[in-house]
């Protein structure tokens, strides 16, 4: 079965500094997606960024980016320019290419001081 | 992105009843999801709905406590029966959109007591 790991519980950033979210997964799949989704208080679930693994090109939404790693199943989330409305929970999650079930990550809180 | 609603938005409830929770979709889609996420935890699915069959449900969740419907393309609805303190969680529904991403509903935070 898939996982989907975040080691980090908290990370906290000064506004406009960047911060960076690690992400790894255990798959034997070879074509697959992977998502990071940000929840801020009010529980709704924001698409961020999204990646295919048969991709080599980072994924870039503005000022977030990825770092994807396929050969250390690693996804790791940059935020720059760090905004106080970035502030929320982020969790990564995998998808399998075949299939349609999302595995998420424990998720990250990410603080910003002002 | 589809536009999902969900109702109720939040519920207190008595042990031992069940509530409804709705998720209305301003699109036909093929495939809806309901997950939970327990306080402080991350999202688990429960099970995958598609229209005219069955729901599959994932390891843990059985349907007797969590039935669902799916009666057309927009609508589904998921039942938390006879409740318990340990089922006050958030709960979620989700559809597949473009490029297999899923797109969630605002969630119903339910609390039983």
């Known amino acids: 079965a898939q996982t989907v790991t975040q080691s980090q519980p908290e990370m906290s950033v000064q506004e406009a500094e960047t911060v960076t979210l690690s992400c790894t997964y255990d798959?034997?799949?070879?074509?697959?997606?992977l998502f990071w989704y940000k929840q801020p208080p009010s529980r709704q679930m924001i698409l961020v960024i999204r990646?295919?693994?048969?991709?080599?090109q980072n994924a870039t939404e503005n000022r977030f980016s990825v770092n994807f790693q396929k050969a250390a199943k690693s996804f790791s989330l940059k935020i720059s320019d760090s905004q106080l409305g970035d502030a929320a929970m982020y969790f990564c999650?995998?998808?399998?290419?075949?299939?349609?079930?999302?595995?998420f990550g424990g998720g990250t809180r990410v603080l910003v001081k002002p | 992105s589809a536009v999902i609603s969900q109702k109720p938005s939040r519920d207190i409830c008595q042990r031992g009843t069940s509530l409804t929770i709705q998720c209305q979709v301003d699109?036909?889609?093929?495939?809806m999801f309901w997950y939970r996420q327990q306080p402080g935890q991350s999202l688990t699915l429960i099970a995958t709905?598609?229209?005219?069959?069955?729901?599959?449900?994932e390891s843990g969740f059985v349907i007797d406590k969590f039935p669902i419907s799916r009666p057309n393309l927009t609508f589904s609805t998921l039942t938390v029966s006879n409740m318990s303190p340990e089922d006050s969680s958030i709960y979620l529904c989700?559809?597949?959109?473009?490029?297999?991403?899923?797109?969630f509903g605002p969630g119903t935070r339910l609390l039983v007591l």
């Open positions: 990646q295919e693994a048969y991709k080599q």
């Open positions: 699109s036909q889609v093929t495939m």
């Open positions: 989700s559809v597949e959109g473009y490029q297999e991403t899923q797109y």
């Open positions: 798959t034997s799949e070879s074509d697959y997606y």
């Open positions: 709905a598609n229209q005219g069959s069955e729901a599959t449900y």
């Open positions: 999650a995998y998808r399998k290419a075949a299939g349609n079930k999302l595995t």
